[in-house]
């Protein structure tokens, strides 16, 4: 189960922290045995080659080749030992430093004494110990080494009439034998301290690594880090999806290869920094996106962050927002406006049916003017409330256009003339059915209030784009749209008719938007108004 994963299990460095430092001491003990089988093959060589160069008086040469050759059979017993791993280290180091020992003890008694120099042997095993072993137990071996010189002199003395006075000579090389295995174990505990620091840095770091990359991975954005050569060395699914491009894995990719627009504004980006925060419609997928370039340049590295932040959804966030008051502003509108209407509307037909003079009349008639025109609004802001209740299907625009003209026509009283339609038939398109609908009419019945209601005043054209996106264009013959108002058109509540509610176009906005399409305002060929819908593809989730 999720909720029983260690930490160990999440970031695979504290797994593999302790038997890196085992493995560690293992690889230097492999070394220090590399170090005595060169050792003891010199030593089985000098009495015959370097004994004059070294100063040394062998006594006893047969006795001196056979402890070398025994000490380099013992160093290869050591060498098999460790390829197996057994017994453990410290067992190992310490049957290593005991067999260097009593090797450079008898070679000493059997080269003429400490004045060979041979016990200077001695410290370079018990330095590399105290580095290896890393604890006290170095101190150990050194006394053991002083004592087996000691002995070795001592014995020398006894059988061989060595001069006393050398045990001074003795005691500075025990000393320094001392002295050489504490300054090992001092500096192997700062090695142990920083060993171990470096060791909480790696961890700390493989696992904000691991952090980033999951966030990284788990952001809905789109993330890519590109290197001065424009190669996209990371990307994640938000990139993916947004660009419509899979990134092989382990693939160098060059930025122009998956976008050549993010390559453009990236070069661009590099001549002038103050460039960047554009939102664009990426090609591949017709994805708004805010493109941001952020710099990146630290030990030799020098690139960019480009962070492709998804605008749809941003706009979605805000819509959820926006619905939701919505929501509360029509719930209290049809709460404490539509009851009060109903009265006032009842009441005034009620006044009607009496007696009045003209002046009168026309008031009443005022005020059920106005009231009506009040439901209307309640009614619009009502239609925006439902917007997220959308059932979407294939509409076949051609039926649906010539559906919708003709109850228009009805209800309008106009000829049916009035209307063009040039319908490509294999025009279809993914809306709800009721929001086409309400959208369509608004925008026809726009058309035909500002068109000289002639014979093909207005025209409504669908057809199929380069892009493959099918679009719906409403216009008609009138005098256009005031250019200060262009801006404003999809305001709730702007109208340019003293008789409208300024919320036809806002409604067709919102439920176009509902379903995944865009409308957006040009102005005809023959100066009058033109609204073009853009349908979402077939092929967009």
Same mark, same amino acid.
């Given at each position: 189960?999720?909720?029983?994963?260690?930490?160990?299990?999440?970031?695979?460095?504290?797994?593999?922290?302790?038997?890196?430092?085992?493995?560690?001491?293992?690889?230097?003990?492999?070394?220090?045995?590399?170090?005595? +089988?060169?050792?003891?093959?010199?030593?089985?060589?000098?009495?015959? =080659?370097?004994?004059?160069?070294?100063?040394?008086?062998?006594? /006893?040469?047969?006795?001196?080749?056979?402890?070398?050759?025994?000490? @380099?059979?013992?160093?290869?017993?050591?060498?098999?030992?460790?390829?197996?791993?057994?017994?453990?280290?410290?067992?190992?180091?310490?049957?290593?430093?005991?067999?260097? &020992?009593?090797?450079?003890?008898?070679?000493?008694?059997?080269?003429?004494?400490?004045?060979?120099?041979?016990?200077?042997?001695?410290?370079?095993?018990?330095?590399?110990?105290?580095?290896?072993?890393?604890?006290?137990?170095?101190?150990?071996?050194?006394?053991?080494?002083?004592?087996? +010189?000691?002995?070795?002199?001592?014995?020398?003395?006894? @059988?061989? /009439?060595?001069?006393?006075?050398?045990?001074?000579?003795?005691?500075?090389?025990?000393?320094?034998?001392?002295?050489?295995?504490?300054?090992?174990?001092?500096?192997?505990?700062?090695?142990?301290?920083?060993?171990?620091?470096?060791?909480?840095?790696?961890? /700390?770091?493989?696992?904000?690594?691991?952090?980033?990359?999951?966030?990284?991975?788990?952001?809905?954005?789109?993330?890519?880090?590109? /290197?001065?050569?424009?190669?996209?060395?990371?990307?994640?699914?938000?990139?993916?999806?947004?660009?419509?491009?899979?990134?092989?894995?382990?693939?160098?990719?060059?930025?122009?290869?998956?976008?050549?627009?993010?390559?453009?504004?990236?070069?661009?980006?590099?001549?002038?920094?103050?460039?960047?925060?554009?939102?664009?419609?990426?090609?591949?997928?017709?994805?708004?996106?805010?493109?941001?370039?952020?710099?990146?340049?630290?030990?030799?590295?020098?690139?960019?962050?480009?962070?492709?932040?998804?605008?749809?959804?941003?706009?979605?966030?805000?819509?959820?927002?926006?619905?939701?008051? !919505?929501?509360?502003?029509?719930?209290?509108?049809?709460?404490?406006?539509?009851?009060? !209407?109903?009265?006032?509307?009842?009441?005034?037909?009620?006044?009607?049916?009496?007696?009045?003079?003209?002046?009168?009349?026309?008031?009443?008639?005022?005020?059920?003017?106005?009231? +009506?025109?009040?439901?209307?609004?309640?009614?619009?802001?009502?239609?925006?409330?439902?917007?997220?209740?959308?059932?979407?299907?294939?509409?076949?625009?051609?039926?649906?256009?010539?559906?919708?003209?003709?109850?228009?026509?009805?209800?309008?009283?106009?000829?049916?003339?009035?209307?063009?339609?040039? &319908?490509?038939?294999?025009?279809?398109?993914?809306?709800?059915?009721?929001?086409?609908?309400?959208?369509?009419?608004? =925008?026809?019945?726009?058309?035909?209030?500002?068109?000289?209601?002639?014979?093909?005043?207005?025209?409504?054209?669908?057809?199929?784009?380069?892009?493959?996106?099918?679009?719906?264009?409403?216009?008609?013959?009138?005098?256009?749209?005031?250019?200060?108002?262009?801006?404003?058109?999809?305001?709730?509540?702007?109208?340019?008719?003293?008789?409208?509610?300024?919320?036809?176009?806002?409604?067709?906005? %919102?439920?176009? %938007?509902?379903?995944?399409?865009?409308?957006?305002?040009?102005?005809?060929?023959?100066?009058?108004?033109?609204?073009?819908?853009?349908?979402?593809?077939?092929?967009?989730?």
């Amino acid at each position: 189960m999720r909720d029983s994963l260690s930490l160990t299990g999440l970031f695979p460095a504290l797994q593999t922290a302790a038997p890196l430092s085992q493995e560690s001491q293992w690889r230097s003990i492999s070394f220090f045995n590399l170090y005595r +089988m060169v050792l003891g093959g010199v030593l089985v060589l000098v009495p015959t =080659l370097f004994g004059e160069m070294f100063s040394l008086n062998v006594n /006893d040469r047969t006795w001196f080749f056979w402890v070398a050759v025994a000490y @380099t059979l013992l160093v290869l017993i050591s060498v098999l030992t460790v390829a197996l791993r057994k017994p453990r280290t410290t067992l190992q180091l310490a049957f290593q430093i005991c067999t260097d &020992i009593a090797a450079v003890a008898l070679l000493t008694y059997f080269s003429g004494g400490v004045q060979s120099n041979l016990g200077m042997l001695l410290l370079v095993s018990l330095a590399l110990a105290g580095m290896i072993g890393r604890g006290r137990i170095t101190l150990l071996f050194s006394a053991l080494a002083s004592i087996a +010189m000691l002995l070795e002199h001592g014995y020398a003395v006894l @059988t061989r /009439d060595a001069i006393g006075a050398q045990f001074l000579q003795v005691g500075i090389l025990s000393t320094s034998y001392f002295a050489v295995a504490w300054l090992a174990h001092t500096l192997s505990k700062y090695a142990v301290a920083s060993e171990k620091l470096a060791l909480r840095r790696g961890v /700390d770091l493989s696992n904000m690594a691991e952090a980033n990359r999951l966030m990284i991975q788990d952001m809905p954005d789109g993330v890519l880090v590109v /290197d001065e050569r424009g190669v996209v060395r990371q990307s994640n699914p938000g990139a993916e999806r947004l660009l419509g491009y899979v990134f092989p894995a382990g693939v160098k990719i060059q930025l122009a290869e998956c976008s050549p627009l993010l390559d453009a504004m990236f070069a661009a980006w590099r001549q002038n920094k103050a460039l960047g925060h554009e939102v664009l419609r990426l090609p591949g997928t017709n994805h708004p996106v805010r493109v941001r370039f952020l710099p990146v340049q630290r030990e030799g590295f020098w690139g960019v962050v480009v962070v492709l932040e998804d605008m749809q959804r941003v706009q979605e966030q805000a819509q959820q927002v926006k619905l939701a008051a !919505l929501g509360r502003l029509t719930a209290n509108i049809a709460h404490e406006v539509r009851n009060p !209407l109903s009265s006032i509307s009842y009441a005034t037909e009620l006044l009607r049916e009496q007696e009045h003079d003209s002046k009168q009349v026309r008031l009443l008639q005022i005020i059920l003017d106005n009231t +009506m025109r009040l439901n209307r609004i309640v009614q619009d802001v009502m239609q925006v409330n439902r917007r997220d209740r959308l059932r979407q299907e294939s509409l076949n625009l051609a039926v649906r256009i010539d559906e919708a003209v003709e109850n228009l026509c009805q209800v309008s009283q106009v000829s049916r003339s009035v209307f063009a339609l040039s &319908i490509d038939p294999a025009c279809k398109a993914n809306f709800d059915s009721g929001h086409f609908e309400q959208v369509l009419w608004n =925008l026809c019945r726009n058309a035909l209030r500002y068109s000289q209601k002639l014979p093909g005043s207005v025209r409504l054209r669908a057809f199929t784009a380069d892009d493959g996106r099918v679009t719906l264009e409403v216009s008609d013959d009138g005098a256009g749209v005031p250019g200060d108002a262009v801006q404003k058109l999809f305001e709730p509540f702007f109208t340019t008719d003293a008789s409208g509610t300024g919320l036809g176009l806002y409604i067709a906005r %919102e439920l176009c %938007e509902a379903n995944g399409a865009t409308i957006e305002y040009k102005r005809a060929i023959d100066g009058g108004a033109c609204f073009r819908i853009i349908f979402r593809s077939n092929d967009e989730p």
